[in-house]
């Protein structure tokens, strides 16, 4: 069992984001192994071909899943793309990406498939929707190399496209940078971040909505190989895809 010792879903309803530190979170031992076990994916993800500014300093591995609401049933759906209008996302948006694929063992990691049902609990523990969900699950490795920066958001200052995203930090090490800015879900954002928030700490979560304005601040390594790696969960109803 996975619980939380702050009200997520209040954060999102008065301001569209919520910064939860590790130490709210607590799992039960029964996931400790499985968590483990997630968290040596981010050794075997594999180069992002898409990298439209010729960066190669992103890996990762995606799939998607779709939550029934009648049976509560979490289904893997194998094979699927991953697009962004190039409204959204400028830099690399446009294209079907077909990212390499969750390994089966995550596909059926029960600490994975918890933590999605706990997430959306969390940011939905404030509505009635009764609907569908499509549950996008991206595990993503930013290297940062001697002199090179990786940029975990090279698309800039933007907004994601789903009705959710959870962010949750699996490692940062050897790093400089890599700090989460919010800038708030008007038309535009603020000229100045309402919120700066660095993950230093295993678990340390972010969750936001789709009209929060968002960037994160590239990674630097002055000594050697660096990396930041999260796990991001997006959330959208299933009458809302096309
Ligand atoms: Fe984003």
């Keep these: ?67 029934s609401a ?22 690399n948006g446009g294209d079907h990406r077909h990212f390499a694929p969750l390994a089966e063992d995550t596909i059926e990691n029960p600490f994975l498939r918890e933590l999605i049902l706990f997430d ?5 523990s404030k509505k009635h929707i009764e609907d569908d969900w499509l549950i996008g699950v991206h595990q993503i490795r930013i290297l940062a190399t001697n002199g090179v920066q990786g940029n975990p958001t090279p698309e ?44 230093e700490s295993y678990f340390d979560s972010i969750y936001f909505d789709r009209s929060q304005w968002h960037s994160v601040s590239p990674i630097a390594s002055d000594k050697g190989d660096g990396y930041r790696d999260v796990l991001l969960i997006d959330f959208v109803e299933s009458s809302k895809v096309h």
């Design 156 to 199: 800039g200052i933007h907004r994601d496209d789903e009705t959710f995203t959870a962010q949750h930090l699996f490692a940062r090490h050897n790093i400089s940078g890599g700090v989460n800015h919010f800038y708030g879900s008007g038309r535009k954002p603020t000229r100045r971040p309402k919120a700066v928030w660095k993950q």
């Design 70 to 91: 009648s049976s509560g049933h979490l289904t893997h759906i194998p094979g699927r793309s991953f697009y962004q209008s190039t409204k959204i996302n400028p830099l």
């Design 1 to 67: 069992m996975i619980t939380v010792q702050t009200d997520i879903g209040d954060s999102i309803e008065r301001a569209q984001y919520a910064l939860v530190p590790s130490h709210k979170f607590s799992f039960s031992p029964a996931l400790h192994e499985a968590d483990r076990l997630l968290g040596r994916d981010w050794e075997h993800l594999e180069p992002d071909p898409y990298m439209a500014d010729g960066g190669l300093y992103r890996f990762r591995r995606y799939g998607l899943f779709q939550l």
């Design 120 to 124: 959306l609990a969390q940011l939905t």
